[in-house]
Structures are given as structure tokens and as C-alpha cells.
């Protein structure tokens, strides 16, 4: 995780800089992969309320950017107020991917269910079962590149090894609407089974 911190009208101290990256390493242990964070700290000369601090950071995660903004009487104060904004929209952001991934996983079980009802598998209890297994070399592309294969081979769905982000990568067509959805499909390690 990238951390970029920056000062204005104040002087960015060692000790100030060190809380403010220690604040900022609890937003990783959210466990949301979070590619970088800009901070800002200023001081600002208020007409009625005298001397003000003012923190201001974003959180770049993928395909969304969380924001807070805090003014305080300290500058710690301000850090230490603006991580519970950050780690709400976080978790937030976080539910909102899972529950993509949730839909996803309901409509690929109703986009196969029945092929494999025709071929006798059983479906009972679960969306749906293994037919056959086929093995499928990914092609590297960019996102652009593989909404427009998506959009020209009318799939429903497209894995590719994107270009730009190294890993795993699927769109899909969402079944209500002309939308496209897009995940990062990871592997499933021993220590996540647990």
C-alpha cells in the first residue's frame, strides 16, 4: 500500500508524519485491497474560530475512491476523527462487492441449471452441478478489450488475465439490464477455507 502525505501552511514533523501512517495502516487490516492513499494535513487561520487543522484523505480502491475530510482544534484529533469515516464507507464499499459477487454466483446457477437439467445432472440442493469440465487458458486483455468481446461474441460472461492489474479478471452481463458487471476472481488459499 502506497501512502502519500503532504503538508500545507505547517510543517510536517517525523512525529506527525509516523502517527499519521500508523492511523492510516489500520484501514489495511480491513482486509480491502487498497492501492494507494493521498493525506493531506493544513492549518488554517479561521476568522471566528481562530487556529483550525484540517486532515483531508483518499483511499484509492479499486474502481472507487473513499473520501473524509475532518477539521479539528489538533491535528491528531482530526486524524483520529476521520479513520471511523474511511472505514465505513470501506466496509461499505466491501458489502457492496460481496453482494455482486453473491448475485453473480445466483445467476450463473440460473444460466446453467438448465443445460444441466437436460443433461440428467443433479441439481437438487445446490444451484447447480458439473456437467463436464473443460479447461480454459484466459486471454490477456484490458478491460476495455474484454467489455467489447463480451459485447461482440454476445457472452454472458468473459474471464481474462487483464493487462494493467496482473490477475484474474471476469465481466459479465447483468440478466435485468443492458449493464456489465466486472470482479477480480482470486484464488481460494487453504487459510480462507478455514
Given at each position: 500500500m502506497q501512502?502519500?502525505?503532504?503538508?500545507?501552511?505547517?510543517?510536517l514533523t517525523e512525529p506527525l508524519r509516523e502517527h499519521t501512517e500508523k492511523k492510516l495502516a489500520i484501514l489495511e487490516k480491513l482486509g480491502h485491497k487498497i492501492l494507494k492513499i493521498e493525506a493531506q494535513l493544513e492549518k488554517l487561520e479561521h476568522h471566528r474560530k481562530g487556529?483550525?487543522?484540517r486532515f483531508e484523505v483518499m483511499v484509492f480502491l479499486h474502481k472507487e475512491i473513499v473520501r473524509a475530510e475532518v477539521e479539528s482544534e489538533s491535528m491528531q484529533e482530526a486524524i483520529d476523527l476521520s479513520i471511523p469515516k474511511l472505514?465505513?464507507?470501506?466496509?461499505?464499499?466491501?458489502?457492496?462487492?460481496?453482494?455482486?459477487?453473491?448475485?453473480?454466483?445466483?445467476r450463473l446457477g440460473t444460466?446453467?441449471?438448465p443445460f444441466l437439467r437436460r443433461s440428467g445432472a443433479a441439481t437438487e440442493g445446490i444451484p447447480f452441478s458439473i456437467a463436464r469440465r473443460k479447461t480454459h487458458t484466459p486471454e490477456t486483455l484490458?478491460?476495455?478489450?474484454?467489455?467489447e468481446r463480451l459485447q461482440h461474441d454476445k457472452l454472458q460472461?468473459?474471464?481474462?488475465?487483464?493487462?494493467?492489474?496482473?490477475?484474474?479478471?471476469?465481466?459479465?452481463?447483468?440478466?435485468?439490464?443492458?449493464?456489465?458487471?466486472?470482479m477480480t476472481i482470486a484464488p481460494v488459499t487453504d487459510a480462507a477455507k478455514q
Open positions: 501512502i502519500q502525505i503532504s503538508a500545507k501552511n505547517l510543517e487556529r483550525v487543522y472505514q465505513k464507507q470501506i466496509k461499505k464499499h466491501s458489502e457492496r462487492e460481496r453482494q455482486v459477487d453473491r448475485n453473480l454466483l445466483r444460466v446453467f441449471n484490458n478491460e476495455v478489450e474484454a467489455v460472461f468473459l474471464i481474462y488475465n487483464d493487462r494493467e492489474a496482473k490477475q484474474l479478471m471476469m465481466v459479465y452481463r447483468l440478466s435485468d439490464s443492458d449493464r456489465l458487471g466486472h
